[in-house]
């Protein structure tokens, strides 16, 4: 009775609702390839604070082979193609801290710092080089905070500003160039030590929130301010083409307030790529107001116990109930990247999608959600229109740089439905549909191929859409 009535409360929140009022046995999908939106740069998780080095030197080569398959690979696991690397800002590796890479303190900001590089970045250089190795294509540095000496409270943590910013003044003098060309050096050093190209650099985490760990506060107007410094110190060092991230507030009401106030700054919001934030305080069900790309760059269930079911009583873990929240991110926010908080950990919670416990590796049904976006849906795809003619059988569909379409069906009904896929202004030079499916009984397991029909440029297939699932459909 009590999954009824949620059911029906969540169905009639849902557009292009038709036939709910009572038990329904099809469902009609269109999909028009001609009416496009955003394009995608990918799906991710962060395994900074050390997160990397858990499953570097925690695991057997065997279990530590599988936590990367299961994050990066196509083939065995998610397909994930976008890796958030933490930039270190605490004076050593103590407890889980990320280490600067210039930790000693100067006496102020006219000082030359003392860079320092080990190769390594708290396994974060292993990781990345490994995911590569899997298809990974993104590689997004951001910091959390400046290190203590460049802000107005001296400390990496408990929040504190950069000195130099509107309203943030320091006797050690104006941090904002050499916080700048501390970014920088950062990427250089992966650059030219390690072979790995970073193609985003982001400053900023959930800088509306002051907490005990690395932390930064940040208004609108503060991130514009130093964004008009870092913007031209990366053309001027060499590396222009990397994109710039800002501003990764908590939650996207947080980030539509600290957008507002940045784009009050004259050319700001031109020097960004991308626009960041994430989805704990508000989830992402509304468009940002952006010419910019829109990424989700982190969110996870972080009160939880660790569950690796997929769907069994609707807790806010379980898989089924995080393949919504992609779908909703894509569909009504328009976002082109959605990223976990963390891949892989040593965690009794569900703040990953991944458990590192004992020497074994447990995935859980969050990660198969990604997967059913993630392994088929690559960077460079647009997303296309897709409607469902009943309110709790959620659709999306995108078209693939090589041409291939991908229909992502969520039924989150409590009956199998056969659906009927219109799919309208698309020329397949193949006639055959492949659907990898996601329930309690099967982890994207590659379904019967199904074969369409139809004129050209007007396709249509007849296939199964069991309950609780999610199914990706490959043409």
Known sequence: MRFGVALAAF????????????PVSTVAITVDAERQYQTIDGFGISEAFQRANAVKTGLSVEERGKALDLLFSDENGAGL???????????SYSRDWMKSIAPTS???????LKYEWDGDDAGQVWMTKEAMKRGLKTVYANAWSAPAYMKTNNQDSNGGRICGVPGANCSTGDWRQPFANYLVQLVRFYKEKEGIDITHLGWLNEPDLNQT???MLSDGFQAADFLKILHPTLTREGF?????????????QDGEDLLYELQTSPGAEEMLSVYSSHGYSVNPALPLRTSRKVWQTEWADLNGKWNPAWDNLGKEGEGITWANKIHSALTLSNISGFLYWIGAARTPNNDALVQVMNGTVTPSGRLWAFAGFSRFVKPGAT?????????????SAFVNAD???VVVVINNGPDDLEAEIDVKRYTSKKDIVTPFITDNANQGTKGE????SGDDGNLKVVASVKRRSMTSFVL
Do not use: F, M
């Open 81 to 91: 193609t976008i890796l958030r690397n933490g930039i270190g800002s605490s004076a």
């Open 213 to 215: 760990y690395a932390s």
């Open 403 to 405: 041409g291939a379409l």
């Open 240 to 252: 222009g083409h990397v994109k710039i991230v800002c501003c990764e507030a908590t939650g996207w």
């Open 106 to 112: 100067p006496p102020s900001s006219n000082s030359t």
């Open 11 to 22: 169905a009639a929140t849902l557009p292009y609702q038709v036939n709910s009022s009572g």
């Open 449 to 452: 191929e199904l074969r369409t």
């Open 383 to 395: 997303r296309v229109d897709a409607r469902s003619s009943v309110g709790w059988v959620k659709v």
